[in-house]
């Protein structure tokens, strides 16, 4: 079996609730809720697949409703998930999820079966025969280190695609400098790469490349000014290689009902992008449309388009056929 890509890092499920406002001390109603399968890598590899693509998944569940609520959906899109463990007696990992009507949010990490991923849960042959491995964080140190581990035992042929998030940004570059020598594809926000290599974006991208990433794409909400090239321009997404730089342009506002799994739901698009062999703008502009769809819905992957959906926005906003 061959797959174009793998995931491998938390698989949590999220509790969504849609408040007025995020509180630091004091009282408010909840307006909306939903629970939700999720997890960074998960919520990609899930998109990935409603997309048509060839995936599968490397992680642990406990062998609650949860746990088997979160198989069943990535069965629903075909994810093939026989390298993702059921540990007997956990409780599944589960995120607790305060979105505003601004689309502000607030993350609470309950790890749950994720702190018992050990070495011995991780097939590298199983992670070899893929095109794309993508990884993203887990909340144990332990499983930190398996990861960082791993990665450099995986084949030549597989590039790594790596979505740290907050929970390993915080760590700083030196301690992710192993991951990012070997990593090809850096999916990060603006928040966490500053945060990360403690400068502005440019700056810290060359940083990034300068360890050894080959391209490193940087999401940036609704929205900021970049100083590129004696310009200063705005865009949502930056996107450089070690020979080019493209931005994505903030086009129409959409109604924002919740930015949960926004990042996922971009690097959905611009894998999806690269699989398909589409140049690097082109690529982010399918990751700005996946996340543009995926923020209209409470819930991260309530919005997530099929192949048909996809092509049609994309259509709408560019005026080109995918």
Request: aromatic share 6%.
């Amino acid at each position: 079996m061959t797959l174009d890509v793998i995931g491998l890092g938390a698989l949590n499920m999220d509790y969504l609730y849609r408040v007025g406002r995020l509180l630091e001390d004091d009282e408010a109603v909840v307006t909306e809720s939903i629970s939700s399968p999720g997890g960074s890598a998960a919520n990609t590899i899930f998109g990935l697949a409603k997309l048509g693509m060839k995936t599968g998944f490397a992680g642990v569940v406990g062998d609650d409703a949860d746990g088997k609520r979160m198989l069943q959906d990535f069965q629903n899109v075909r994810v093939d998930i026989s390298q993702i463990r059921v540990k007997a007696g956990a409780n599944t990992g589960s995120v607790l999820c305060l979105s505003d009507q601004s689309g502000q949010r607030s993350l609470h990490v309950v790890p749950g079966a994720n702190d018992q991923l050990s070495r011995d849960d991780l097939d590298p042959t199983y992670l070899n025969q893929a095109q794309i491995v993508h990884l993203s964080s887990f909340a144990g140190e332990r499983q930190f280190q398996i990861s960082a581990e791993l990665i450099p035992e995986l084949a030549p042929s597989v590039k790594v695609s790596f979505a740290p998030g907050a929970l390993y940004a915080i760590k700083g570059l030196k301690a992710l400098a192993p991951m990012l020598s070997r990593t090809h594809l850096l999916f990060i926000n603006r928040d966490e790469i500053e945060q990360l290599t403690g400068r502005e974006v440019t700056a810290g991208v060359e940083d990034c490349l300068n360890l050894g990433c080959h391209m490193v794409v940087v999401t940036m909400g609704k929205g900021t000014t970049l100083k590129l090239g004696g310009k200063t321009v705005s865009a949502v997404g930056y996107i450089r290689d070690t020979g080019k730089e493209y931005i994505i342009e903030p086009g129409k506002p959409e109604k924002v009902i919740d930015t949960t799994g926004a990042g996922d739901a971009f690097a959905t698009g611009f894998l999806y992008g690269l699989l398909k062999k589409k140049g690097l703008e082109e690529c982010g502009r399918l990751g700005d449309t996946v996340a543009r769809l995926a923020i209209t819905k409470l819930g991260t992957r309530q919005g997530f388009p099929t192949p048909n959906e996809l092509a049609q926005r994309y259509q709408e906003r560019y005026g080109q056929k995918l």
